[in-house]
């Protein structure tokens, strides 16, 4: 059996592992699109902080790592075409591969925004290793930098550029911070937090244009940019980083027949419409047990679940996907902050709501009947775990509803209380 994966990234190394753990004489091929070895965007931070070196966002680090497994690695390649039908694979350099399983882990890429400027010098997405070392060499202790896009993302990178000392401009187009992630009590929280940390932040603005202007004399290190806003403000930066939302990487499967909404659309078992094709990671659009939905969430824990459970299938042994975490937590130069489930609400559902902001604390609970869909929280470090386990287990709350409504704190008394008797009654109906 012949298995070939698009992406070495998380989910296609992982994919390849459990493959070789299951099916020990079956040949695997990772292909990736980038030079360097396998290695972990969620790292960059860490690197640009300077807590780790570039080996630190290495996916795996023993010397020789993929050899031993007899995983054959390509790098600097990118699938062009898929042929479902003659089961190849054609790479950029034209080269064709044969597959009998194949796994689509091609990850996302940087949107890049109609902005006149975008592509000047001295403007740069942080997406890779290559964009990391040229942000690290513009972003100097004091040079100005402006980060557009204040999503989760966004607020990462924030969290490292604050680390190198930078006089630092963040520039979000929506209403708040974080607002695909967060509320508007919580988002406007964030922001005002941001700014006690020295952070200039604008919501409700766009950049419209990006002028390359290095003044006379300007030290060679920084670019000398001028930013126009949508409020007719012009700042002056070193470095402008884009921050504006990604988008999966789907575009050579047209003609294939793979069928695609937002991402590779999957079943449960992370098969496509095509059988032997599959997908995982931030390219796949999984179905979700718990809303029902099929959905692409673009995190971690997330790409490793789905590449386990892709892997798995692809070797012969039927397994399925519990759930697509819709889960995120986020620490905001030291405001930690989490958003689970539909936390937006549904429609005909109740919430409830409980904000000390001079505390910096924030819960916002969703219902739908008597179940916890969805949730903000802002300061609720203790209540996390509690908060995972009613949104994902769809636990029934019964009294315990009106209970939250009416002290939404009590969420961990509501887990302990409700799952045992959820999971009691499961017991006594086996």
């Known amino acids: 059996m012949k298995h070939v994966i698009l992406g070495a990234g998380p989910a296609g190394v992982i994919a390849a592992e459990n493959i070789r753990k299951h099916a020990p004489g079956d040949d695997i091929v990772i292909v990736g699109d980038e030079t360097e070895a396998p290695y972990s965007r969620m790292a960059i931070p860490y690197l640009l902080m300077g807590n780790i070196g570039e080996e630190g966002t290495h996916l795996r680090h023993g010397a020789g790592h993929f050899d031993k497994l007899r995983i054959v690695v390509k790098r600097g390649m990118r699938a062009k075409a898929v042929d479902t039908d003659a089961r190849t694979v054609t790479l950029d350099d034209n080269s064709t591969l044969r597959f009998d399983r194949l796994l689509i882990a091609t990850g996302s890429s940087p949107a890049t925004p109609p902005i006149r400027g975008i592509h000047a010098a001295g403007v740069h997405p942080c997406w890779t290793l290559k964009d990391a070392r040229a942000i690290a060499q513009l972003a100097t202790q004091g040079a100005r930098v402006l980060l557009m896009g204040a999503g989760f993302i966004g607020c990462i990178i924030m969290e490292a550029l604050a680390a190198r000392g930078v006089q630092l401009t963040v520039v979000e187009m ?25 952070v200039r932040v604008f919501t409700g603005t766009r950049v419209e244009a990006i002028e390359s202007h290095a003044p006379q004399g300007a030290q060679l290190a920084r670019s000398g940019l001028r930013v126009r806003l949508s409020d007719g403000q012009h700042l002056e930066c070193d470095l402008v980083i884009s921050a504006t939302g990604v988008k999966p990487n789907i575009g050579f499967l047209e003609g294939s027949g793979v069928r695609c909404l937002l991402g590779v659309l999957t079943d449960e078992h992370l098969q496509t419409n095509v059988p032997g094709v599959y997908a995982a990671g931030d390219c796949a659009e999984a179905f979700d047990k718990v809303s029902g939905k099929t959905i692409v969430s673009a995190i971690q824990p997330n790409a490793a679940e789905q590449a386990r459970v892709a892997a ?16 995120n937590v986020l620490d905001t130069l030291g405001l930690i902050s989490a958003s689970f489930g539909d936390w937006q609400g549904v429609p005909g559902g109740q919430h409830v709501e409980l904000t000390d902001r001079a505390a910096g604390r924030h819960l916002s609970l969703q219902f739908d009947g008597d179940r916890l869909v969805g949730c903000n929280s802002i300061g609720w470090t203790d209540h996390v775990g509690a908060m995972r386990g009613l949104v994902e287990g769809q636990v029934r709350l019964g009294a315990w509803k009106q209970r939250l409504i009416d002290d939404p704190t009590q969420l961990m008394p509501a887990y302990l209380a409700s799952a045992q008797a959820q999971e009691s009654h499961a017991l006594m109906k086996s």
Do not use: F, K, S, Y
């Open 174 to 198: 929506g209403d708040r911070m974080v607002p695909r992630m967060m509320g508007p009590t919580a988002g406007g929280m964030i922001r005002d937090w941001c700014e006690t940390q020295g």
């Open 312 to 327: 798995l299938n692809m070797v012969g042994q039927r397994a399925e996907l519990r759930g697509v975490t819709q889960i």
